[in-house]
Every structure is written in structure tokens, then in C-alpha cells.
């Protein structure tokens, strides 16, 4: 092998193994820390996932043509107003929306419709988004709970479940 061959070898090597390195998601389960999101409010100011530290946090992925979606939005609502804030030295629950849309009028008007009063964001890069890769989603609706260290606790709980899951954990803090 000739010495171009090798600087060329050697090259090709390390760009491969760079690409292996970034290709290799954290697995989304519980016990892992919740990836990063950082992604565009409404008003176009880029919100951190990470902003919200400290705090218990349900991770809402949801879009406004997901029928199932809209219809838990009001038991978000329920939920938020229950628990959103606690007083004392208990902090509450901090609802994170990442919206799958892409269409940014659709997103806004379901956000108005429904008056959705937690931080919401979008890429709006529709299932093409790397948040929608980074937490392996495949179906909506669909969540993630991370606790006041951002660790994933529970996952994909709707309803009565997510309720009684949320209430349970405040409780014991």
C-alpha cells in the first residue's frame, strides 16, 4: 500500500468511526437520562428540555392532525391544574409539548384552541425530526417522565394511569 493509499486508508477509518460514535442513540428507557431537546417555541425563542431541572416532567409528544392527542389534551389540563403548583418546598409538574407537526399555523391554532398553558415546542420537521429519532417515536400520543434529575422514569402513560402515577410521586416527596 502506497503512502496516499494510507493517508486515504486511515481517513476513510476515522470518518467511519466518527460516524459509528454519532450514530448510536441512547436507548430510551427508564433509568436513562432523557437526550436533550431543543427545539423552537411558538414565538421562535429555542427552549431546552433542561430548563426545566429540578422539576417532575412529562414530556408530551403529540401533533394537532393526532385525534387521540387532542382528546388527552384536556386531561393534561386536568392534570397540569392539579398538580402544575404545589406549594412549599414540593415543586410540581412541568408538561414539556413537542409538537410533530409540520405546519406551524396547525400547531398554533391547536395550542390557542385548547389555550395549552405549558411550554410548547416544534421543529416542525413532522416524524423527520431528530427529536422524534432521538426518543425512538414511532406512534402518537406518546410520553416520557423524567424526574427533578432528568432520568427517565415512566414511560407512555395515559390517563387514569398517568394521574395515579403523577399523584403517587409528588406524594412521596
Not at 382528546?71 to 403548583?85: I, P, R, T, V, W
Not at 400547531?107 to 426518543?135: E, G, I, M
Amino acid at each position: 500500500m502506497c503512502r496516499k493509499q494510507y493517508k486515504i486508508f486511515i481517513i476513510c477509518a476515522m470518518l467511519i468511526g466518527c460516524y459509528s460514535a454519532r450514530a448510536q442513540p441512547v436507548e430510551i428507557k427508564e433509568g436513562n437520562v432523557a437526550p436533550e431537546i431543543r427545539v423552537p417555541n411558538l414565538k421562535g425563542d429555542t427552549i431546552a428540555l433542561s430548563s426545566l431541572r429540578g422539576n417532575l416532567v412529562l414530556i408530551d409528544f403529540w401533533a394537532s392532525w393526532c385525534a387521540p392527542c387532542m382528546e388527552e389534551q384536556s386531561e393534561l389540563k386536568q392534570l397540569y391544574s392539579k398538580y402544575g403548583h404545589l406549594n412549599g418546598n414540593v415543586k410540581g409538574l412541568r408538561i414539556f409539548g413537542v409538537s410533530l407537526d409540520s405546519k406551524k399555523e396547525a400547531w398554533k391554532k391547536a395550542v390557542r384552541k385548547y389555550n395549552l398553558p405549558w411550554a410548547q415546542v416544534s421543529d416542525l420537521k413532522f416524524w423527520t425530526s431528530p427529536v422524534a429519532k432521538d426518543y425512538q417515536i414511532e406512534a402518537l400520543p406518546f410520553n416520557v417522565i423524567v424526574d427533578e434529575q432528568g432520568v427517565i422514569i415512566a414511560m407512555n402513560l395515559h390517563g387514569e394511569a398517568l394521574n395515579d402515577f403523577v399523584a403517587s410521586y409528588l406524594k412521596e416527596k
